[in-house]
């Protein structure tokens, strides 16, 4: 009675379980349903994570490690393999009044299997069921505050979760998301 792990708070959110050390904190859940709508179509909780995640080193700070992550202006310099798909000047996002989440959602050139989360070029993945026309098309993302960010694309997700290691420092993990049909 004398000594016992700290209580933290611990929510699911469509499979993605979000940990909180502040005990006085509002609840997350309600805080994402302006999410809901956007990103219904993509069925998180149904998507499973078929290996280890890809782990590497960001030589910056957490927070613009984040920054970069949400912001599609990083693809051509970062990504040059896949940067001429995009179409990153139309790009467009909206902001939780809450302060709780962003989004960016940018369309491709070309429609699915060439939108993928990978350097392949053309995903070799069915799209997910139920997709609209501009979910076939475009590269879809929401950053959950402060280090939570999940990228939607026609065969699945990604999820990727920033960890600072130091002032300019960051570790970065990355997590590949499918339907079970897929994996």
Known sequence: SKSCLPR??????????FVNFDPEAKPLGP??????????????????????????????????SVEQGIDMY???ATHPEVAYLHDIPATFG?????????????????PHPWVTGT?????PF????????????????????????????PDGALYLLFFPEGPHKTQVRINLCYPASTV
């Open 8 to 17: 933290l708070r611990v929510e699911v959110w469509h499979g993605f379980v």
């Open 31 to 64: 805080r994402l349903t302006g999410l809901e709508t956007k990103f219904a179509n993509y069925k998180l909780d149904e998507l499973r994570t078929p290996a280890a995640p890809l782990i590497f080193t960001n030589e910056c700070n957490w927070k613009l």
């Open 119 to 123: 350097l392949l070029g053309a995903s």
């Open 74 to 76: 990083h693809v051509p």
């Open 126 to 153: 069915p799209a997910i069921s139920g997709l609209t026309d501009f979910e076939l098309q475009s590269f879809n993302m929401f950053l959950v505050y402060p280090n939570s960010l999940v990228a939607c694309v």
């Open 94 to 110: 909206e902001e939780d009044p809450t302060h709780a989440w962003t989004t960016s959602f940018t369309p491709m050139k070309k």
